[in-house]
């Protein structure tokens, strides 16, 4: 501890701004209007405080708080992945069924009675080219059907 005193003024009080944080204790000696000297020092003792962002408990809050929001972000997120990805699997199984459907509604008994029908009508009549066609066009859409179901 040091006995270095600031020089006599006649002012009545004292500014120290900008004080780090930590223990302080302020001495004065005074004179009267005689200019008599105390002989011990008057003391006040005092703490300067740290900004609260300094503070452990301030960092500790903002730390925890910081990392809720970063999971609760990545969970959101997440979530949202996981809806995009179950809507596209129910967009790709409905446009799969009602591809099925369609190939379905063509295999109605009917269209292949009439079909057959038609291919018997070409050979009766002699017209092998166009039978022959006609029956590669039905036997490529029953083989696509069946393979699609």
């Not at 004292?14 to 930590?22: F, K, Q, T």
């Not at 790709?92 to 379905?104: D, P, S, V």
């Amino acid at each position: 501890m040091t006995k270095i005193w600031s020089p006599e003024t006649k002012e009545t009080f004292a500014r120290y701004s900008n004080l780090s944080p930590g223990e302080y204790i302020f001495k004065v000696i005074s004179c009267n209007n005689e200019g008599l000297w105390n002989k011990e020092p008057a003391s006040f003792a005092f703490s300067v405080l740290p900004p609260v962002w300094r503070t452990w408990w301030f960092r500790l809050t903002m730390s925890v708080t910081a990392i809720i929001l970063i999971v609760i972000f990545l969970r959101v997120r997440a979530d949202s992945i996981r809806r995009k990805e179950a809507e596209k699997l129910n967009r790709e199984i409905q446009l799969a069924n009602n591809e099925l459907k369609a190939l379905r509604a063509q295999m109605d008994p009917h269209f292949i009675f009439n079909s057959l029908s038609s291919i018997q009508s070409f050979i009766m009549s002699k017209d092998e080219e166009s039978a022959l066609r006609y029956l590669n066009k039905f036997a490529k859409l029953m083989r696509m059907i069946l393979s699609n179901s």
